[in-house]
């Protein structure tokens, strides 16, 4: 059974910079199949849930629009964790951050729709003031 659990959340002012870690326990991220894939979402206040960034086994990524050249996914194989270094934040940054997985049974492309996910961790909190 795949468990996650993201950390890092906090308070920033605009501009500034966080690093969330997804902690991914139950499959090895090194494994040589190298079949999964690790995503980034999140829920700001009224808002529907939309995908941040994903990342792969081969390592290849996918970040939305909205975040691009500010938000990095990036794989941490030593502590089998998917981190999201976030830059130059902005107050609609501010949000409920999940991680979520889907691994095993193919060679995944990277995606960011929350239906392309199984697992699921509970969340962690960006609040960006101005």
């Known amino acids: 059974q795949v468990q996650l659990v993201e950390s890092g959340g906090g308070s920033v002012q605009a501009g500034g910079s966080l690093r969330l870690s997804c902690s991914v326990s139950?499959?090895?991220?090194?494994?040589?199949?190298?079949?999964?894939?690790v995503g980034w979402f999140r829920q700001g206040p009224g808002k529907a849930r939309e995908g941040v960034a994903a990342?792969?086994?081969?390592?290849?990524?996918i970040h939305a629009d909205s975040v691009k050249g500010r938000f990095t996914i990036s794989l941490d194989n030593a502590k089998n964790n998917v981190n999201l270094e976030m830059n130059k934040l902005k107050p609609e940054d501010t949000a409920t951050y999940y991680c979520?997985?889907?691994?095993?049974?193919?060679?995944?492309?990277?995606?960011?729709?929350?239906?392309?996910?199984?697992?699921w961790g509970q969340g962690t909190q960006v609040a960006v003031s101005s």
């Open positions: 979520a997985a889907e691994v095993g049974q193919f060679t995944y492309v990277p995606a960011l729709p929350s239906s392309a996910y199984t697992y």
């Open positions: 139950g499959y090895p991220l090194d494994s040589p199949s190298k079949r999964f894939r």
């Open positions: 990342i792969v086994g081969d390592g290849s990524t």
